[in-house]
T-cell receptor
Framework: NAGVTQTPKFRILKIGQSMTLQCTQD?????MYWYRQDPGMGLKLIYY???????DKGEVPNGYNVSRSTTEDFPLRLELAAPSQTSVYFC?????FGSGTRLTVV | GENVEQHPSTLSVQEGDSAVIKCTYS??????FPWYKQELGKRPQLIID?????GEKKDQRIAVTLNKTAKHFSLHITETQPEDSAVYFC?????????????FGTGTRLQVTL
């Protein structure tokens, strides 16, 4: 039982590049979330999903997209990366967080 | 939507003293209030939670109290130890039994000094 697995752990992107942050859970939870946490700050909700095929925007969705084709997977897509997207990204399944992805956009 | 305010933003206590962190929420329909501890460079970890049908919950040195009328809830840590040093986040949500969208407070950086 791995819980919530995020990959990659670290990534450096150039401005304008795209990438997908992966998140997988093996707890059979319906609810999954993506948060970003800027240095020394709190958690801001980007997108969430209440089940396979259902997603909704959080408070900071601009520049991101998500999909939820299965209960287990909830990838976050960054299109046209910008320096403002430099942050640590946490995926959560129900109330359990993954270990995070530290993203730097240069 | 829900708004959660958390105070203080920083808290320094001596080892062995108690620490109290307070949060207020705006949506009277909120019924689930978890607390997370985040150590430097780590993920937030759920340490204790309380539901609206309970006024207080304890787990060893930590306790949470809830005042539904005033719409505030607090985290109490007794006999603090250096390993309690971390950032603590409160959150509130309207839970339907499985999970729901959490609204987080802005965090409290707790420093326990020797």
């Amino acid at each position: 039982n791995a819980g919530v697995t995020q990959t990659p752990k670290f990534r450096i992107l150039k401005i304008g590049q795209s990438m997908t942050l992966q998140c997988t859970q093996d707890m059979n939870h319906n609810y999954m979330y993506w948060y970003r946490q800027d240095p020394g700050m709190g958690l801001k909700l980007i997108y969430y999903s209440v089940g396979a095929g259902i997603t909704d925007k959080g408070e900071v969705p601009n520049g991101y997209n998500v999909s939820r084709s299965t209960t287990e997977d909830f990838p976050l897509r960054l299109e046209l990366a910008a320096p403002s997207q430099t942050s640590v990204y946490f995926c959560a399944s129900s109330y359990t967080f993954g270990s995070g992805t530290r993203l730097t956009v240069v | 939507g829900e708004n959660v305010e958390q105070h203080p933003s920083t808290l320094s206590v001596q080892e062995g003293d108690s620490a109290v962190i307070k949060c207020t929420y705006s949506d009277s329909a909120s019924n689930y209030f978890p607390w997370y501890k985040q150590e430097l460079g780590k993920r937030p970890q759920l340490i204790i939670d309380i539901r609206s049908n309970v006024g207080e919950k304890k787990d060893q040195r930590i306790a949470v109290t809830l005042n539904k009328t005033a719409k505030h809830f607090s985290l109490h840590i007794t006999e603090t130890q250096p390993e309690d040093s971390a950032v603590y986040f409160c959150a509130a949500s309207i839970s339907t039994g499985t999970a729901s969208k959490l609204t987080f407070g802005t965090g409290t950086r707790l420093q326990v000094t020797l």
